[in-house]
T-cell receptor, first 110, second 114 residues
Framework: DAGVTQSPTHLIKTRGQQVTLRCSPKSGHDTVSWYQQALGQGPQFIFQYYEEEERQRGNFPDRFSGHQFPNYSSELNVNALLLGDSALYLC?????????FGQGTRLTVV | GDSVTQMEGPVTLSEEAFLTINCTYTATGYPSLFWYVQYPGEGLQLLLKATKADDKGSNKGFEATYRKETTSFHLEKGSVQVSDSAVYFCALIGDLYNFNKFYFGSGTKLNVKP
């Protein structure tokens, strides 16, 4: 089992651009959550997807959106990128009381 | 709302020293508590967890006890190794029905010197 896989591992974008990050959950996991980890900080909850619907959302603007596909994989989209969006973006998948994190995508906005 | 506060780092220790990283929490209801570890350039790995008061989580020589009376979940290890150098995050889940919504502390960086 490959666990939670995220792509790409690193990404550099310019302010104002749009970005899409991808996550494949651990086999059998039906819930995917996304977190933003700024440098030197703990991860902050962005949103959670279950059954292809956004189930919960943290305190992030509408520029952050997502999608979950029938195979449970997920995408995180960020529009109109700001310098402050530079961070490690973590995906976590879960089933019942088990949760696993991916290695993350390092996004740098210049 | 739910939150976690952990001691600031970095914490620098010599190999075989005793480690304590303090963590306190605020939560409504009965949260589950976790310690995660992050090695350089990597994601988060679950180190240990406790789901109810007085439970002790343990793994790889690390221990933490869920203390409801002091709202604490301090991480301890009796003898650290250089390979334990990493950033440690205390976290909680406030509601088991929203299992994947973690609240994290800001992390404590541990440096262990040979």
């Amino acid at each position: 089992d490959a666990g939670v896989t995220q792509s790409p591992t690193h990404l550099i974008k310019t302010r104002g651009q749009q970005v899409t990050l991808r996550c494949s959950p651990k086999s059998g996991h039906d819930t995917v959550s996304w977190y933003q980890q700024a440098l030197g900080q703990g991860p902050q909850f962005i949103f959670q997807y279950y059954e292809e619907e956004e189930r919960q959302r943290g305190n992030f603007p509408d520029r952050f959106s997502g999608h979950q596909f029938p195979n449970y994989s997920s995408e995180l989209n960020v529009n109109a990128l700001l310098l402050g969006d530079s961070a490690l973006y973590l995906c976590a998948s879960s089933l019942d009381d088990e949760a696993f994190f991916g290695q993350g995508t390092r996004l740098t906005v210049v | 709302g739910d939150s976690v506060t952990q001691m600031e780092g970095p914490v620098t220790l010599s190999e075989e020293a005793f480690l304590t990283i303090n963590c306190t929490y605020t939560a409504t209801g009965y949260p589950s508590l976790f310690w995660y570890v992050q090695y350089p350039g990597e994601g988060l790995q679950l180190l240990l967890k406790a789901t109810k008061a007085d439970d002790k989580g343990s793994n790889k020589g690390f221990e933490a006890t869920y203390r409801k009376e002091t709202t604490s979940f301090h991480l301890e290890k009796g003898s650290v190794q250089v390979s334990d150098s990493a950033v440690y995050f205390c976290a909680l889940i406030g509601d088991l029905y929203n299992f994947n919504k973690f609240y994290f502390g800001s992390g404590t960086k541990l440096n262990v010197k040979p």
